[in-house]
Each structure stands twice: as structure tokens, then as C-alpha cells.
């Protein structure tokens, strides 16, 4: 089983396969965790404004695609133009906001706890408006292919605070 140091330190030698791996593993650890099909999940008071639940699997596919590709770029830039400080920082940041990603389906659905997973979305959502301003400032136009993933993070933490007000 890869860690995470691994995963940062496998970074160095190959960004992409840091990228891709990392995005892949916190795409099926978080799959792993949810499941809107249990009592639980079906129970809960969620708002109206709720995406349908057929649309998580499609954003959230795209999303960590844009996610990989990005963080793939970036880290391949900054390697190259030996920005070895700012490669550094970019992938603790990276690996950072892939564990609060994560994080949230465990704590959401296998845990049931919705203030912590209220907590945990907000983390992810800064991690994600963070890791986009790192982007931007390795490359120019990088931040902006990060948008969509802190904004749909952004949005989650007001649908997870919502359920958790809803529900407590």
C-alpha cells in the first residue's frame, strides 16, 4: 500500500505519476466510504437544492481528471524551471487537500458525523482555493483550471453544513 510520504517523495521523480496516482487513490478511498444507497444516507433531511445523485459520479469524475492534468503540468513546470521550493510546497499542498478530500466520505457517510464533515468540507474548500492560487502562481491560466474543482468544494461545504444543520 502507497502512503502518502511515498506519494510526496515518488513526486519528485515523476510529477505525473504523483498526480495521477494520488487523484486516482483519493478517488476510490472516497468511493470506498460512500454509499447513498444505506439507511442512514436515505434518512437524512438533505435541501432541496440538492444535486440529483446521478450527478456526483459524472463532476466528481471530471473534476479529479482536471485535478490530475493540472497538478501533472504544474509540478512538471516548476521541476523544470528548477522552482524546487515551490514544487515542494505545491505537493504537500497537493497531498494535503487529497487526504481532506478523502476525509470527507469517511467522515460523512461512515461516520455519520456532520459536524466534523461540515469542518472537513470547509478545509477542503480553503485547501482548494489554495492549492488553485499556488497553481496561478506557477503558471499563469493553471489557477483557473482549478477553479471548478474549489468551487464545486466550495459549494459541498454549504450543502454539508445545510444537511448537518438540517439533520442535528
Not at 27 to 38: K, W, Y
Amino acid at each position: 500500500m502507497t502512503t502518502l510520504s511515498e506519494l510526496a517523495s515518488a513526486g519528485t521523480r515523476n510529477p505525473w505519476a504523483m498526480a495521477v496516482v494520488g487523484t486516482a487513490l483519493c478517488a476510490v478511498s472516497g468511493s470506498v466510504a460512500t454509499d447513498t444507497r444505506s439507511r442512514w444516507y436515505k434518512s437524512i433531511d438533505k435541501p432541496a437544492w440538492q444535486p440529483p445523485g446521478v450527478v456526483f459520479p459524472f463532476v466528481w469524475t471530471a473534476l479529479y481528471s482536471g485535478l490530475a492534468a493540472t497538478t501533472g503540468r504544474v509540478l512538471t513546470e516548476l521541476d523544470e524551471s528548477d522552482r524546487q521550493q515551490e514544487a515542494t510546497g505545491f505537493r504537500r499542498a497537493f497531498v494535503a487537500n487529497l487526504v481532506l478530500n478523502q476525509g470527507w466520505s469517511w467522515t460523512f457517510f461512515r461516520s455519520h458525523r456532520l459536524g466534523l464533515a461540515t469542518a472537513n468540507a470547509a478545509l477542503l474548500a480553503a485547501s482548494s482555493i489554495d492549492l488553485a492560487r499556488r497553481a496561478e502562481r506557477a503558471s499563469e491560466g493553471k489557477g483557473a483550471e482549478l477553479a471548478p474543482y474549489a468551487a464545486w468544494c466550495s459549494f459541498a461545504t454549504l450543502l454539508t453544513a445545510s444537511i448537518a444543520r438540517r439533520n442535528s
